[in-house]
């Protein structure tokens, strides 16, 4: 992702402006995450002590078809905690290449 970020939005995820927020929906069972799953996500991608990555489990409330048609999902929320972007789900509303990686960097610019 670092080089997607680099390459199609022309920043570094490791921008301290930036605060990434990766909500877990689902576990690999695809039932409610568990504090154990946060740990092994923030392992896998290696973000464990990264004070810009804050992973989050979801509740069990949260699981059915409108979660579930939000992954695989990155979003771009302002400072004003506006949602501004949308890569989510199959059919998102950005293009994560052309309109979210890049729109990220006018986020910052701004």
């Known amino acids: ?61 949260m699981l059915g078809s409108a979660t579930l048609a939000l992954v695989p999902g990155l979003q771009a929320v302002d400072r004003d905690f506006v949602l501004r972007l949308d890569a989510a789900g199959k059919s998102p509303a950005h293009d994560l290449w052309t309109e979210l990686l890049p729109g990220v960097r006018t986020l910052l610019d701004e």
């Not at 390459?7 to 695809?30: I, P, Q, R, W």
């Not at 154990?36 to 973000?47: K, N, T």
């Open 1 to 61: 992702m670092e080089e997607a970020a680099s390459d199609y939005g022309g920043f570094s995820l490791a921008d301290d402006e930036l605060v990434f927020v990766h909500l877990l929906l689902y576990g690999l069972d695809m039932k409610a995450p568990s504090v154990a799953d946060a740990r092994r996500w923030a392992e896998h991608y290696g973000i464990e002590g990264r004070e810009n990555h804050i992973v989050l489990v979801g509740d069990p409330a």
